[in-house]
């Protein structure tokens, strides 16, 4: 059981950058694998990172490979995405989410935040 909220989001220009932040109540955080989606109106929840539990191994989306960078630091219990030479097409809600394996889809997260507006301009 996890609750997570996301905060950070808001509009920032072209080459940029942003850092997202996802804090985590509950009693099984530190061993969840930690994941950040993104989605856009008409489009489906696309996979952006996930961080295993120990922070020891991380997965990035080719479209964000080199630019973003995802952490996390379990006594704070809290996820990080820091978002570097931001694009227009990287404008979208960002979601957080938590789940027992180490996944690149959203079956495989069961705990999801709300979700924060990250909006790009050129």
Known sequence: QVQLAESGGGLV?????LRLSCAASGHTFNMYAMGWFRQVPGKEREFVAVIS???????YADSVKGRFTISRNNAQRTVYLQMNSLKPEDAAVYYCAGGITYGTTSSTFRYWGQGTQVTVSS
Do not use: L, M, V
């Open 53 to 59: 539990w120990s922070g020891s191994n991380t997965t």
């Open 13 to 17: 220009q072209a080459g940029g950058s």
